[in-house]
């Protein structure tokens, strides 16, 4: 079984449609695929309606977290998208997005760059604007070469010139919540330094003793010795370790199923949630 369990929709800011997303799981070989939109669940219509047979779905999101000052993802899975109290702080989340991509525009525009928010808004194409639609437009006016590019202190990194801080659920409530609604939490791109400081093991620790289920380790912002340092860390804390292409379409070079589960530790997830089930594909239009 080859198992993708991070990939993102025109939902919120990847490139494909979540029916897009799930047929091109299906082409690329993939047998289950996880739509985690950020801190949405507006993409699971559309991509169940269309899931190929042969396909798996897993419905799940990715949640923006802060702690200490850090910005970091919590990836929840087959989690009820309507149990009140994860759907309430989701929509928090959410609706702190618009201010805060308005005032990354400010900042821009102070810096002499001539973006806007018409722009950005049609990047984001009605998805739960962030930083990446912020970041095309950059690229679309010449400022940086890749999205990539953008996330540096130079212009949208955390702490960087233009970054705008937003609302952010500190990762023990998170993980509270997400139990709460009967699902399953993985730790996103832990090590990926070059977005900007890193949580650090001893926290890590403390959300494996509230309840966090693993860590994502084979992600393309990882490199081998970030790998080999998390698996020896999941190990420690009896962690679950998880593989993901965090797919997001044209919007950045890596490909679906570049990085994948271990079925083991997908079939555990699966035992774990009780707030929603897989989707079986079976023939979508």
């Given amino acids: 079984m080859r198992i993708d369990l991070h990939c993102h929709s025109t939902a919120s800011d990847g490139t494909d449609t979540p029916a897009e997303l799930v047929r091109n799981a299906a ?5 289950v695929v996880a739509l985690t939109d950020h801190d949405t669940t507006r993409g699971y219509a559309e991509a169940i309606a269309a899931l190929p047979e042969g396909l798996t779905l897993v419905t799940g999101a990715e949640l923006s977290c802060r702690i200490d000052g850090i910005s970091m993802h919590m990836l929840a899975y087959l989690f009820d998208p309507e149990e009140p109290a994860l759907l309430a702080e989701r929509e928090l989340v959410r609706d702190d997005r618009v201010p805060r991509a308005k005032g990354m525009v ?4 102070a810096l002499g760059v001539p973006v806007t928010w018409e722009q950005v808004e049609r990047i984001a194409a009605g998805g ?31 702490g960087g010139r233009a970054f705008v801080e937003k609302h952010e659920t500190d990762p023990f409530e998170a993980i ?12 996103a791109h832990p090590a990926a330094a070059k977005r900007g400081r ?54 950045k070079t890596v490909t679906l199923g570049a990085y994948t589960t271990d079925p083991e530790v997908y ?18 239009a």
């Fill in 27 to 31: 082409a690329a070989g993939l047998d």
């Fill in 106 to 109: 400010a900042k821009l525009n």
């Fill in 128 to 158: 739960s604007v962030g930083r990446p639609h912020v970041a095309t437009a950059l690229v679309e006016l010449g400022v940086v070469p890749t999205v990539s590019d953008a996330f540096t202190e130079e212009w949208l990194a955390d």
């Fill in 176 to 187: 509270r919540l997400v139990k709460n609604a009967g699902g399953v939490c993985v730790f």
């Fill in 198 to 251: 890193t949580v650090p093991e001893f926290r890590i620790a403390q959300m494996a003793e509230a309840g966090l289920d693993g860590i994502e380790v084979d992600h393309m912002d990882h490199d081998a010795d970030a790998r080999d340092r998390l698996r020896g860390l999941a190990k420690d804390l009896d962690l679950l370790v998880t593989g993901s292409s965090d797919y997001h379409g044209s919007r």
């Fill in 267 to 284: 079939g555990e997830i699966t035992r774990r949630a009780t707030g929603a089930f897989p989707v079986p594909g079976t023939g979508g």
